[in-house]
């Protein structure tokens, strides 16, 4: 009934799944304990074979992604994933905030499949941790690495060794190749962030028939005493945070600002 329905199905009771979540067909949760960030949209025919899976605010997952366990799954907030794509959590798998990762990409945590007891050497399982702001951009192949905050994988790369902060990696196998490229970020001013997100959100107000977003929504550069109590949602621009209350009108903030603008709630 839940497939007809395209309500996720569960192996467990102990599941929990926040505010305004959404879900394709057939996905379903074999796994011992489940959650789910408000605002999530989870593709048809997504599965998970994990022990443990935690998934942040605003994750989109697109169809037929497959997450083979078992093993703990942990995802922060606004996590993109494209579609037709594969993580393992065997040997645990760790995401942080704002991580992006294209379609058709293999992220692995385990090998192994030869005879251990006719003495194959290759049975192997470790964490595969991934930093903010880490993009894959499609079609890659990862081993259980690290990949640094910030970093960029290019499209069809092979990665097999842990990659710094701030690195753009190409190739296969992949190397550096930021001296090439550039780093994915660069400084930006206080104001000229500032603007840039004034004018994303007044075009939002445009779109979806908001009067007045200006005054619904403060902008500041630290949370203090002086916040308007009237604003309904206080982002922080240089933290880039912004007070949690869960609302309705939160959701279609941030949601509507991704992927080009990402708030995470504050600590």
Not at 155 to 170: E, N, Q, R, Y
Request: glycine share 12%.
């Amino acid at each position: 009934l839940g497939d007809v329905l395209g309500r996720p199905w569960f192996a467990t009771d102990h599941f929990k799944i926040g505010k305004g979540a959404k879900f394709g067909k057939h996905v379903k949760f074999f796994c011992n304990k489940v959650t789910i960030g408000d605002g999530a949209i989870i593709g048809d025919d997504v599965v998970f074979h994990c022990d443990s899976v935690e998934i942040g605010d605003f994750a989109t997952i697109y169809p037929r992604c497959t997450f083979p366990g078992p093993g703990q799954l942990s995802i922060g907030h606004n996590f993109w994933l494209g579609q037709d794509s594969i993580i393992d959590s065997q040997g645990g798998t760790f995401i942080g905030n704002n991580v992006g990762i294209g379609a058709n990409s293999q992220l692995w945590t385990h090998m192994k499949f030869g005879d251990v007891a006719a003495g194959c050497r290759f049975h192997t399982e470790k964490p595969l941790r991934i930093e903010d702001d880490a993009w894959l951009v499609g079609h890659v192949l990862v081993s259980p690495v690290t990949i640094g905050a910030r970093s960029l994988v290019m499209l069809g790369s092979l990665v097999t060794s842990d990659i710094p902060a701030d690195k753009i990696f190409a190739g296969a196998p992949a190397k550096d190749r930021t001296d090439k490229f550039g780093q994915q970020f660069s400084p930006i001013q206080y104001e000229a962030r500032e603007s840039y997100i004034v004018g994303r959100l007044e075009d939002i107000g445009k779109k979806k028939g908001i009067p007045q977003i200006s005054k619904r929504i403060k902008l500041v550069d630290q949370y203090g005493k002086d916040t308007p109590s009237q604003a309904e949602m206080v982002i922080n621009v240089l933290e880039r945070t912004y007070k949690k209350t869960g609302s309705e009108f939160e959701r279609l903030i941030i949601r509507s600002l991704l992927p080009d603008v990402k708030f995470t709630p504050m600590r």
